[in-house]
């Protein structure tokens, strides 16, 4: 069969937005090709962002360009991979769209939109004719052989959304792939990867080399209560072998002359016997690469001699995902099981063998009253890190918080924050309003990199300051100044 997979057009408040390749979408094409399907991903994001009336930078091309897309490939199949629930419309408009040239052209949305709002993804749009929860590999060739022989049943393909007359049926999500070995590795070369490598943005520091994504595992067992990926991978955490990824980053290195890799795992760490081991052979192949992790990183399970395999084999910085500096905040509301402790050894290990390491903070949990902000104070700025990312908490449907927040009617069932409220607060309570946490977002930040002057002077002098760029500072002071 012919399908055609598109990256669906997103709403930035940023002109410039960092986009890394979609290994989600790679995955279903390299699956797709596996099985002989004949498959072209068209990513919509790649261009220019058009600036709207409303401020936003829409991700995405003219009509008329995915329209002759459209009629000149003449699919039999078209999905949409679609992210934000705040850019829904743009999908839904494409899949209107796609009826209005060829009603027989089948209609398949996916993304995590669609693991998150199940079938009211569908429902907001007659031109959809099913959705894929979660991951969706082997799902998509089920539904391509239902649709050319009508086996197997749709009510037998796992995480399938459907039509029954005037009803819409949902497949829960129940088999994740357990050998991920087993899969062909991204295509690739189905897109114009120089697009993606070379677009003069870093992340984290990387970037200002050629520069490509690297999934060594799939899903995290945390559950943390603000987290919502478990639901694209489910809650049990899978690994690919050590032999798998390094022909994979073989490739990378030696066909798409990639230097820098961004390792975007949910839980990279988790088995630190295999990243030790990872390590030493990337070390032992003289691979010419330096990576970090955009994702951030657990804490747990970090050592010493885990780190100085870390630096050798090419470590640029990491992110750890420390959350709040209140044990009360990370551990009673956030689910983290993390304990101060370990965040301090761990900060330390990297400080010792000089890796940059900055930290992920969320404010405003439910709970988070002044006490406990200026415990978060007080514990980032006894650390050595080298930057901190700050940002609010989000209620995503499905989550922890999500539901906690509506038993405590902070919001109601339904909310939906809109892409341009995502860089502030989306709720308050009588522990915080909104204006609070701005506030104490702008002291959090002011007061750590006022404090950490002579560190970031010794990493300047040191040669170590390359995760710092224009951008970054440009956002900070914007960041302190008009928060």
């Known amino acids: 069969m012919k399908i055609l997979l598109l990256v669906s057009p997103f709403k930035s408040l940023n ?48 009509e008329d360009v995915i329209k002759n897309k459209i009629m000149s490939f003449k699919p039999d199949v078209l999905g949409v991979s679609c992210h934000y629930a705040s850019s829904k419309q743009e999908a839904y408009d494409i899949f209107s769209l796609t009826k209005r040239i060829d009603p027989d052209i089948v209609t398949v949305i996916g993304g995590l ?26 799902s998509l060739i089920d539904l ?4 050319s022989s009508k086996s197997p049943a749709l009510n037998s393909i796992d995480g399938l959304i459907y039509r029954d007359g005037n009803k819409i049926m949902e497949n829960s999500k129940k088999n994740f792939i357990k050998d991920l070995d087993s899969l062909p ?36 067992p945390n559950l943390c209560s603000f987290c ?56 032992r192949r003289k691979y010419n690469i330096r990576w970090n992790t955009p994702n951030g990183i657990s804490v747990r399970g970090i050592d010493i001699e885990l780190v100085r395999l870390m630096k050798r084999s090419g470590c640029a910085s990491v992110c750890l995902a420390i959350e709040s500096g209140s044990e009360y905040i990370r551990n009673t509301v956030m689910k983290k099981n993390t304990s101060t402790d370990q965040i301090i050894r761990a ?19 439910p709970g988070e009253n002044e006490k406990y902000f200026k415990e978060t104070v007080n514990f980032i700025n006894r650390l050595p890190l080298s930057f901190i990312i700050a940002s609010y908490a989000i ?26 409220l995502l860089s502030r607060p989306v709720f308050e309570t009588k522990d915080f309003t909104r204006s609070d946490l701005i506030r104490r977002k702008k002291k959090l930040l002011m007061s750590f990199y006022l404090k950490n002057i002579p560190q970031i002077m010794r990493e300047l002098i040191g040669g170590r300051l390359y995760w710092l760029t224009k951008d970054d500072v440009r956002r900070f002071i914007h960041n302190s100044l008009n928060l």
């Open 185 to 220: 590795f991204p295509a690739r070369d189905m897109v114009p990867i120089e697009k993606y490598m070379n677009n003069n943005l870093r992340l984290y520091g990387l970037g200002n080399r050629p520069s490509l994504s690297l999934l060594t595992s799939r899903s995290c």
């Open 144 to 147: 391509l052989s239902y649709i």
């Open 347 to 365: 900060v330390q290990c990297f400080h010792q063998e000089q890796i940059p390491v900055g930290g992920f903070l969320i404010l405003g949990m």
């Open 113 to 138: 939109f669609v693991s998150v709002y199940k079938t009211k993804s569908v429902s907001g749009c007659d031109a959809i004719d099913y959705g894929l929860i979660g991951e969706s590999e082997n």
């Open 228 to 283: 919502n990926m478990w639901m694209v991978h489910g809650v049990g955490w899978r690994f690919r072998s050590v032999e798998n990824i390094l022909a994979e980053i073989d490739g990378m290195v030696n066909k798409y002359k990639a230097e820098h890799i961004y390792i975007m795992d949910d839980n990279f760490l988790l088995r630190g016997d295999r990243v030790k081991q990872l390590c030493e052979e990337i070390i």
């Open 15 to 62: 002109p410039k937005t960092y986009k890394t390749e979609l290994l989600g979408v790679l995955y279903l094409g390299a699956n797709l090709r596996k099985h002989g399907h004949e498959v072209i991903i068209y990513d919509l994001t790649l261009e220019s962002p058009i600036k709207k009336e409303n401020g936003l930078f829409l991700y995405s091309v003219p």
């Open 395 to 420: 209620p995503y449907p499905g989550t922890k918080l999500y539901s906690d927040l509506i038993n405590m009617k902070i919001i109601e069932d339904g909310f939906q924050p809109e892409i341009d």
